[in-house]
């Protein structure tokens, strides 16, 4: 199949098409940036939602729920709606297994015509995750899916990346993350748009919902308000019962309408194109100048600077600068 | 202070110099590339181990009772040899609370005049950490420290990039962590040199080491080997009353003495070297491109594509052909 019938395939919604697109991103095969220019016009439509938390918060389990609820509205409301979940399996040798059990359990939500899941993996190959995330929403995005949601696990920098690749985002955390809530204030401040506080039939739940709330009143008290500014808040849920999935659906509407009404939504698009951007000339930037002659001086000085007759810098120096 | 006065004091050891050196690292100053440069000619005796494994693993005790081992080791052998401890506080605001207050219990070991304990933090500016560590890696071992240990939580793929820096890398575990060995072998066969099962006195930990050893087995039984082939091992520890640490030490000589006398440790520094080169290509590629004229396309081409009138594929191929 060439790649324009591909893209076409793709356009149409066809899931055998879009598996093989997000596998071309997956492999960084040289066809994925064509596909993915070919469907850019397409895109832009999605509503990304991201959920992050630490390992064992429930994640899978939220994500997997709102997929549910929001394939059970657009089946009675709009029969052309569509969901995608977008599983980031992280490049830690450490949580991987766990994650992957997590989600064997959860496919029956995939039995629903409506909804598309797709794991993310990089085990092997570190690095550019975040990167292929984005390209895979770009391709459910462009296939009409209405919902995209990314679920990652809170931990390492390519995490964050994705998180500020999300709309709205969703930090999920249990009663026994309270005590720690303070110490992390800072970033989860930054990154969350509301938190669910999961398993809140825990002893302690209702302790961290107040502990939350202490930290979210302390942080927004001296900032500058007027009307429209989104204040966070916190929704608990008891997930493996599907206990407040309504409301975290609820809360993210609520989210979208105030990020949709002060102009937030173009501004936060805005900066992922710009960002995309930037990642393309690096990319291009990267592919010109590592040519076999340069490849080939930098193979001849290592042993010179092994030998300290000279430095990583002066070598760095003088390849750059005859371009 | 001059950065040619810091360079020296640098190379004589002096602490003070050296904190303010890593700092120049840590907050990205320009004056941070010059030092390296200066400072790069000394580099090259230290050895660099990489501690890393899940968090709750005991990672941080392990550390520290390891840098007393040498410390005292030290002080009765060589007075002039010393030890270095780089702290990696991963960028996660899920698990920056906790490695910080397990930092603040252990900093007694610094009370050793031999012992130098950094810790490098990123919160905020997310990205770079494993470049600075690597960076305050060097300044160490101008500074003349034989031994730096590099602890970081092994999550995310920075910490993994890390991990690559060691020439010996040592993977924590406890006895919990038993049940998912078989999931996680893939991934912690390609960093571990070897494993400690630390919390040993633990239930289960006769097994865990058992099914530890049963994963090396599998994965190690159909390489090629030669005499010379270095095979992974475990080493039983109880960090918190300091047992097995000498063993940890040992299983470190031998892995040394294995590295060297095949030539591998100079393969590593080797590749360490062209890494570091093509890091400093990159940022040098990435300066000199983003000028201001560029910048200003850049903004104005965001609206054309946020309204589809163009991709972000044409605009970076835009600009980046007028190189």
Same mark, same amino acid.
């Given at each position: 199949?060439?790649?324009?019938?591909l893209t076409?395939?793709?356009?149409?919604?066809?899931r055998?098409?879009i598996?093989?697109g997000?596998?071309?991103?997956? %492999?960084?095969s040289?066809?994925?940036?064509?596909?993915?220019?070919l469907? !850019?016009? /397409?895109?832009g439509?999605?509503y990304?939602?991201?959920?992050t938390g630490p390992p064992?918060?429930?994640k899978s389990?939220?994500?997997? +729920?709102?997929?549910?609820?929001y394939? %059970?509205q !657009?089946s009675?409301?709009?029969?052309?709606?569509?969901?995608?979940?977008?599983a980031?399996?992280?490049?830690?040798?450490f949580?991987g297994?766990?994650?992957?059990?997590?989600?064997?359990r959860?496919?029956d @939500?995939e039995m629903?015509?409506?909804v598309?899941i797709r794991?993310?993996a990089?085990?092997?190959s570190l690095?550019?995750? #975040?990167?292929?995330?984005?390209?895979a929403?770009d391709?459910?995005?462009?296939?009409?899916f209405?919902?995209i949601?990314m679920?990652?696990v809170?931990?390492?920098?390519?995490?964050l990346? =994705?998180?500020s690749?999300?709309?709205?985002t969703? $930090? @999920?955390?249990?009663?026994?993350?309270?005590?720690?809530?303070?110490?992390? /204030?800072a970033g989860?401040?930054e990154?969350?748009?509301f938190?669910?506080?999961? +398993?809140s039939?825990?002893?302690?739940?209702e302790?961290? @919902?107040?502990?939350?709330k202490?930290?979210?009143?302390l942080?927004?008290?001296?900032?500058?308000?007027?009307?429209?500014?989104?204040?966070?808040?916190? $929704?608990?849920?008891?997930?493996?019962?599907? /206990?407040?999935i309504?409301?975290?659906?609820?809360m =993210?509407?609520k *989210?979208?309408?105030?990020?949709?009404r002060?102009?937030q939504?173009t501004? +936060?698009?805005?900066?992922?194109i710009?960002e995309r951007?930037?990642?393309? $000339?690096e990319e291009?930037? *990267?592919?010109n !100048?590592?040519?076999?002659?340069r490849? +080939?001086?930098?193979?001849n000085e290592?042993e !010179? $600077?092994? #030998? *300290?007759?000279r430095?990583?810098?002066?070598?760095? @120096?003088?390849l750059v600068?005859?371009?």
């Amino acid at each position: 199949m060439n790649i324009f019938q591909l893209t076409e395939q793709i356009i149409l919604g066809e899931r055998r098409a879009i598996a093989r697109g997000i596998s071309l991103v997956e %492999n960084e095969s040289p066809q994925a940036l064509e596909l993915l220019q070919l469907l !850019f016009p /397409k895109t832009g439509n999605a509503y990304r939602i991201g959920i992050t938390g630490p390992p064992g918060a429930g994640k899978s389990t939220i994500t997997n +729920k709102l997929a549910l609820h929001y394939s %059970n509205q !657009f089946s009675e409301a709009n029969k052309n709606k569509k969901v995608a979940i977008i599983a980031v399996d992280p490049t830690s040798p450490f949580t991987g297994g766990a994650l992957l059990g997590d989600r064997v359990r959860m496919t029956d @939500v995939e039995m629903n015509d409506n909804v598309f899941i797709r794991s993310m993996a990089s085990r092997g190959s570190l690095g550019g995750l #975040s990167k292929k995330t984005k390209e895979a929403a770009d391709i459910f995005d462009a296939a009409g899916f209405d919902i995209i949601l990314m679920e990652t696990v809170g931990v390492g920098q390519s995490e964050l990346d =994705i998180v500020s690749a999300a709309d709205t985002t969703v $930090v @999920v955390l249990v009663p026994e993350s309270g005590d720690s809530i303070q110490a992390m /204030k800072a970033g989860l401040m930054e990154i969350a748009d509301f938190f669910v506080l999961n +398993k809140s039939d825990r002893p302690g739940a209702e302790q961290a @919902v107040m502990s939350i709330k202490t930290v979210l009143g302390l942080a927004t008290r001296y900032a500058q308000h007027t009307e429209e500014t989104w204040i966070p808040d916190v $929704v608990s849920t008891i997930g493996n019962e599907g /206990k407040g999935i309504d409301k975290v659906a609820e809360m =993210i509407a609520k *989210h979208r309408t105030s990020l949709e009404r002060t102009n937030q939504l173009t501004n +936060k698009r805005s900066e992922r194109i710009e960002e995309r951007i930037r990642e393309l $000339v690096e990319e291009q930037l *990267h592919k010109n !100048f590592w040519n076999d002659a340069r490849e +080939k001086i930098l193979r001849n000085e290592i042993e !010179f $600077v092994l #030998s *300290h007759k000279r430095t990583p810098y002066d070598v760095a @120096v003088e390849l750059v600068k005859n371009v």
